[in-house]
């Protein structure tokens, strides 16, 4: 059963559009949500992340809302530049605890037209 | 400053042959995962390391993987007797975090194994 699921599984949207992608999870007990951007042949890299106590959380032009009750959170891109073409995913996982494993989504592709 | 650094960025095995793959962390940090990423999906945990214990290696798919990190510092994954399976980005990150608040995992730029 997969954990995280990630919708839609690919967006491809206008320069200077706002780009949404949601989240969806299953264990309640996941207490942190990032969000990682990857770009072909390099290692995920983290763009925001939330905790529970906290509906929305921004940080220049991405913003993560989260809804704990429907247990879901999403990102959006404003403004999304061709630059931002890119795979992102969701991910959660439990704290505290030593071993904050990170489980993800299975990932969208982010294109984004000049 | 550096960050994590995989080697090596690309490997080609022929299935049975064994290989080993390395990370190596960004310095001080204390928290050490792999991950297995296959082609168009998430990255997958396979191993956790506090310094040099393992302390979670409920991700490893088989007997045949094996991680180690000795000295705290850098860490090994080592495969045996490759499957066609096993093709797939293997990431490395390393985290400041020994509990509490979850630091941030840096990333590596992945090794990509196909063995054929």
């Known amino acids: 059963q997969q954990q995280v699921k990630q919708s839609p599984q690919s967006l491809i949207v206008q320069k200077g559009g706002i780009s949404i992608i949601n989240c969806a999870y299953e264990n309640t007990a996941f207490d942190y949500f990032p969000w990682y951007q990857q770009f072909p042949g390099k290692g995920p890299a983290l763009l925001i992340a939330i905790r529970p106590d906290v509906s929305e959380k921004k940080e220049g032009r991405f913003t993560i809302s989260f809804n704990k009750s429907a247990k879901q959170f999403s990102l959006h891109i404003m403004d999304s530049q061709p630059g931002d073409s890119a795979t992102y995913f969701c991910a959660a996982s439990i704290t505290p605890g030593a071993n904050s494993k990170l489980t993800f989504g299975k990932g969208i592709t982010l294109s984004v037209r000049p | 400053g550096a960050g994590v650094s995989q080697s090596p960025r690309y490997k080609v095995a022929k299935r049975g042959q064994d290989v080993a793959l390395r990370c190596d962390p960004i310095s001080g940090h204390v928290s050490l995962f792999w991950y297995q990423q296959a082609l168009g999906q998430g990255p997958e945990f396979l191993t956790y390391?506090?310094?040099?214990?393992?302390?979670?290696k409920s991700g490893l798919p088989s007997d045949r993987f094996f991680a180690e990190r000795p000295e705290g510092s850098v860490s090994t994954l080592k495969i045996q007797r490759t499957q066609q399976e096993d093709s797939a980005v293997y990431l490395c990150?390393?985290?400041?975090?020994?509990?509490?608040?979850?630091?941030?995992?840096?990333f590596g730029p992945g090794t990509r194994l196909t063995v054929t």
């Open positions: 390391f506090q310094n040099e214990a393992q302390l979670d």
């Open positions: 990150a390393s985290s400041l975090s020994t509990g509490g608040l979850p630091y941030e995992q840096y």
